[in-house]
């Protein structure tokens, strides 16, 4: 957890079991017994996790919640309602009214405990949507690049996640201090987008880590770039027919090969030392060289 747990909850009794069931599990916490004191805590400690009641001495706890998700800052943090009623438009209500999730009381500890993890899950994600959004540059012609140069890295297969966090990251900073769009491959790769291919070559150039083991592909072709923003999320998307072929690509590579598709070859006036690399018509159908680093 990145901060405490605030627990909104006027009933002495209840706080003080909530308190302690989360100190068992070894979350900080912290007990707020009106909305008075809630929102100070909320200035003063930025908790990741909320756990609130909606009966409360001086106000109502859902007017409250309305009011949080308003703010900037109130989709940094997953609230969840913990209420005696259970009447099924109520729980409604407060769901859409920004609410995460909604546990009835009595609740069991253990269905407790595995909702605040799910809660913390979806703090871990909103702030991994954030990040993402910070590495995004303006998108020209409508997020479309006719002729872009697109680059996908691969990190070597035995990379534990360890090793490879830190890594992704250098590769990732390195990029973007080369003005890339970049956007996250599942299996712990980055797609990333420039100008032009020269700029993408560079870029790759500029960024390796020594001794880096990670595959890289250099293509061209048309890219559509796709941005969603909202409350508290933020995704994007890489689509056309040249980023399928570039990432098909990586897949086929060994470790530490940089490999350079035709198009994109013959799209630099000054094309790297090269060699023909037979795998990759022969199994994508797309001719390519490899690139030697040492010459480049």
Excluded at 7 to 21: F, G, K, N, T
Excluded at 159 to 170: G, I, M
Excluded at 193 to 200: E, H, I, N, Q
Aim: net charge neutral; hydrophobic share 50%; proline share 10%.
């Amino acid at each position: 957890m990145i901060g405490p747990v605030l627990i909104v909850e006027d009933q002495p009794a209840e706080a003080q079991a909530l308190y302690e069931l989360l100190s068992w599990s070894r979350r900080p916490a912290v007990i707020a017994p009106d909305l008075r004191t809630a929102r100070q805590r909320l200035l003063e400690l930025r908790p990741t996790v909320i756990i609130l009641d909606l009966n409360l001495p001086d106000g109502d706890g859902l007017a409250w919640l309305r009011e949080l998700r308003a703010r900037s800052f109130g989709w940094n943090m997953t609230v969840l309602v913990v209420s005696g009623r259970t009447d099924p438009d109520h729980i409604a209500e407060a769901l859409l009214a920004g609410a995460d999730d909604y546990v009835t009381k009595p609740y069991a500890p253990q269905e407790l405990l595995a909702r605040i993890a799910v809660a913390e899950r979806l703090v871990a994600l909103r702030a991994g949507f954030r990040w993402l959004a910070a590495f995004r540059p303006s998108l020209p012609n409508h997020g479309r690049y006719p002729s872009a140069g697109i680059l996908v890295l691969r990190p070597p297969d035995s990379r534990s996640p360890s090793h490879l966090l830190p890594e992704w990251a250098r590769w990732a900073r390195g990029l973007r201090q080369e003005n890339g769009l970049l956007l996250p491959i599942p299996d712990g790769g980055l797609l990333a987008l420039f100008p032009s291919v020269a700029r993408a070559l560079d870029a790759l150039r500029r960024a390796d880590p020594e001794t880096s083991l990670w595959r890289a592909v250099l293509h061209i072709g048309s890219v559509s770039v796709g941005w969603l923003e909202g409350p508290g999320l933020a995704a994007g998307a890489m689509f056309g027919e040249a980023v399928e072929e570039a990432i098909r690509l990586a897949y086929l590579l060994p470790a530490g090969m940089w490999l350079i598709t035709e198009p994109a070859y013959t799209a630099l006036s000054m094309p790297p030392p090269a060699r023909l690399w037979p795998p990759a018509a022969e199994l994508a159908g797309l001719p390519a060289w490899e690139i030697q680093k040492s010459c480049g």
